[in-house]
């Protein structure tokens, strides 16, 4: 590739370059045969877009509103760990990218900056993710998030075990020092077998945590909750029922399970049986503004954005993510012009056709 990237696939060019492999395959992989992860991908290009010409487009605006916070565009930076593997500065770089565009921050717990220093460090407003883990962990953790002016609560669901990224076992892959567990557990997780993450996560979380226990995060926080994992129908019926403030549709990258659909194709059974009464997110496979549209038309109120912002950050730091979400944000703003749709209300299920709805055409 000559010059500057163009396009969010050209920033994952670069950071192949710039990274150490063992790094590039931990941020880019998936889980086992990455079925998963392919599909996340080729699902959204099935979609066509139905596009509506003749609009007045001469002002687009792409700003929503996510649990009463105003954003510049449905975009919220997904939270992934380690970003000091990507750049020395890790999620304080990321986060000050998010802050820039003025795009919500997801910060995991397994980062490799402290909640403290990211949150000292920008003006983003910032969810705090964190997994099923035991609780004196987690009560720690909301402890922190509440003092720390986080904004949400981002539950992940998916994960009581960790899935099994076969690069990172064959490379041994090590885990950087996940600097929020400081005094909470005794040791730094080693293992003399394939990756030591996999040690990180029997040592942390609680796999006996369940749908009931959702209550118990509630009684200790007053933040909203949004669980992050959702492929069903039947599970987003019982995420309301728990009291969740918003639903996050995601196979986490497909870094989980694999064989799980592609989210996007799952995205509108989940807003079927959510009815309006939550907000619904969704992330996967994110790498256009065609793809934001999409998910947005299918009924997801924002989009999560994973790999992108790993891959702008590793490229160029705080800049690189900056780059990436622009990059996203003006491709949708262009799409949303070619469309014919002026806000993101006006993006509607009429506006894409899926496979299925293409099959029906033909017969
Ligand atoms: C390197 C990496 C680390 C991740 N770490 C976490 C994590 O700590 N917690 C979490 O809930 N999701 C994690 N995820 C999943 C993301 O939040 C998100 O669901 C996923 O990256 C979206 O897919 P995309 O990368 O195609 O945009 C991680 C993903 C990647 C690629
Ligand atoms: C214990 C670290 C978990 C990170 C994670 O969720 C992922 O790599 O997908």
């Given at each position: 590739m000559a010059g500057e990237p163009v396009n969010v696939n050209e920033f994952e060019e670069l950071a192949r370059k710039v990274l150490p492999k063992i790094y590039y395959d931990f941020f880019s992989g998936g889980a086992e045969d990455q079925y998963t992860l392919k599909e996340n991908i080729e699902a959204f290009r099935r979609i066509t877009i139905r596009p509506r010409i003749l609009?007045?487009?001469s002002k687009i605006d792409m700003s929503t509103i996510i649990l009463g916070h105003r954003t510049s565009a449905p975009i919220i930076v997904a939270p992934t760990s380690s970003h000091q593997l990507a750049h020395p500065e890790g999620e304080v770089a990321t986060a000050r990218g998010a802050a820039a565009c003025n795009v919500i921050m997801g910060v995991a717990f397994t980062s490799t900056c402290t909640m403290e220093e990211v949150a000292s460090s920008c003006k983003a407003v910032r969810f705090i993710q964190t997994f099923a883990f035991k609780r004196e962990i987690t009560a720690n953790m909301v402890q922190r998030a509440e003092r720390n002016g986080f904004r949400a609560i981002i539950l992940t669901?998916?994960?009581p075990r960790l899935g099994r990224k076969e690069a990172d076992i064959k490379n041994k892959m090590i885990a950087p020092p996940f600097k929020n567990f400081e005094g909470l557990i005794s040791t730094e997780a080693v293992s003399d077998k394939g990756s030591n993450v996999e040690a990180y996560a029997a040592e942390t979380?609680?796999?006996?945590?369940?749908?009931?226990d959702i209550a118990w995060l509630k009684s200790i926080t007053k933040l909203p909750i949004l669980i992050k994992g959702v492929l069903t129908g039947e599970d987003a019926t019982k995420a309301i029922e728990a009291g969740v403030a918003g639903i996050i549709v995601s196979n986490h990258g497909a870094r989980q399970?694999?064989?799980?659909?592609?989210t996007i194709s799952v995205l509108e059974e989940v807003v079927h049986a959510v009815q309006g009464k939550v907000p619904v997110l969704f992330d996967g496979g994110i790498r256009r503004g065609t793809d934001i549209f999409k998910a947005l038309a299918l009924g997801a109120k924002a989009v999560l954005i994973g790999r992108p912002v790993i891959y702008g950050l590793a490229a160029k730091g705080e800049t690189g993510v900056k780059q990436v979400i622009d990059m996203l944000k003006n491709e949708l703003e262009q799409t949303m012009a070619l469309a014919g749709c002026c806000t993101v209300d006006d993006i509607t299920r009429s506006h894409v056709n899926t496979e299925t709805e293409r099959f029906l055409c033909r017969m």
């Open positions: 609009v007045d487009v669901a998916d994960t979380l609680d796999p006996s945590f369940c749908w009931k399970l694999d064989y799980t659909p592609a």
